[in-house]
């Protein structure tokens, strides 16, 4: 995969990591394409109707995935409801990307067919209703329901346009919260809290060798329907960010004052840090003890976010990738350890975010 042999995975044995292959067939392409014909055998040619692409948010651990399951409440059983009782008839609603209980998304695509007919005069077919309108009034009935599933944004495309084939990329975030204090009632199902402080700078070193095209068998879960493990994974990066939500307080905002002055004034920097998002080391927490930390104000922890992009990904590859980079922060596993996959637990569903779908939009 690699000629340094101090990178991760490098001397795994097969087929445990993900072996580097030359790019020289897109085995996802030859996937989909048998899909593609398949989907369009079945598709409507019927010109009166209007196909819609709907970009939709939704809090994932209020639903059992989002595809449709009997007896379950789903993502697009809530949606195709909320279409019926906007347009008088059922629908049937395509997502681009699948994602399991527990995962969120902050913009997921999907596409519906919609052909408006007249609720005064049955039979009746009227021009299509513009994106404006069916966004405010599927959210009207969304949000009369349970409040955990918003439509953000809605475009009229042709009737081949397919929300799962003609889409580009795909990036996911996934958000880990380090430090020891117990998390936050508003960060419950919402991010991975690892205790462990995590190494960021091993983290990232990891990322570099599993980012490329490789044979990802290790990385995807038992019930995977891909017919190849082969996948070009465009970006894999960890960074550290601001822990939200993030209200500063009054200590925060003199200490950010007295920082700025002193850098105005070029004096020497202060020796202790201001007390935010980045900041939940033992040195800081011994520093706030000393400085009389106001009473009642919660420790941050340290808040990190990884950035997988890749045209598709293999059933729970993000997570079990996420699971390596957390045991490599923690020093659980080194860029030589010969067994990763088989020590790293997959990371959990509830800090897995779908962040972006893109397309070439006609």
């Known amino acids: 995969m690699t000629e ?23 085995h996802n392409d030859q996937e989909e394409e048998e899909d593609k014909q398949q989907e369009e055998s079945n598709m409507s040619k019927n010109p009166r ?35 019926h009782k906007f347009i008088g008839q059922p629908v049937s609603i395509v997502c681009s ?17 919609v052909e408006r007919i007249s609720k005064r005069k049955p039979g009746e077919v009227l021009p299509p209703h513009e994106p404006s309108v069916v ?42 919260l380090s430090g020891s204090e117990p ?13 462990e402080k995590l190494d960021l700078h091993a983290m990232q070193e990891a990322c570099k060798v599993l980012v490329g095209h490789h044979d990802f068998s ?46 105005q004034a070029c004096s020497k920097p202060q020796v202790d840090r201001p007390i935010n998002s980045f900041s939940n080391s033992d040195d800081v927490i011994d520093a706030n003890v000393k400085t009389n930390q106001e009473f009642g104000i919660r420790r941050r922890h340290q808040c990190y976010v990884v950035t997988a992009r890749a045209r598709s990904f293999l059933y729970h590859q993000v997570r079990l990738l996420v699971g390596v980079l957390k045991c490599v922060g923690t020093g659980e596993l080194t860029t030589s350890d010969e067994t990763v996959t088989a020590a790293s637990p997959m990371a959990p569903a509830c800090g897995l975010y779908l962040g972006r779908v893109k397309y070439d939009l006609p």
């Not at 042999?5 to 897109?26: A, G, V």
């Not at 969120?104 to 067919?113: E, G, I, P, T, Y």
């Open 183 to 195: 998390l936050s009632t508003f960060e419950k199902e919402r991010a991975w809290h690892v205790p």
């Open 135 to 176: 966004r405010r009034a599927v959210n009207h009935f969304l949000q009369k329901n349970e409040g955990d599933i918003m439509v953000i944004d809605v475009r009229s495309v042709p009737n081949d346009f397919h929300a799962r084939f003609k889409a580009q990329e795909r990036t996911y975030f996934y958000r880990l």
């Open 49 to 83: 109707i209007q196909r819609y692409l709907i970009a939709i948010e939704y809090i994932g651990t209020r639903f059992s995935g989002s595809q449709q399951q009997p007896n379950c409440r789903t993502v697009v059983g809530v949606l195709e409801e909320a279409f």
């Open 218 to 263: 290790s990385f995807r879960a038992a019930g995977c329907q891909a017919k190849s493990p082969i996948r070009t994974l465009d970006e894999l990066h960890v960074s550290e960010v601001p822990a939200t939500p993030y209200f500063p307080s009054v200590t925060d905002k003199e200490q950010s004052n007295s920082s700025l002055e002193d850098f």
């Open 97 to 113: 990307s699948r994602t399991d209980a527990g995962v969120h998304a902050l913009s997921n695509v999907c596409h519906v067919d």
């Open 4 to 26: 340094n042999p101090k990178h991760l995975l490098n001397s795994i044995p097969e087929p445990s990591r993900p072996s580097k292959i030359p790019k020289t067939q897109d």
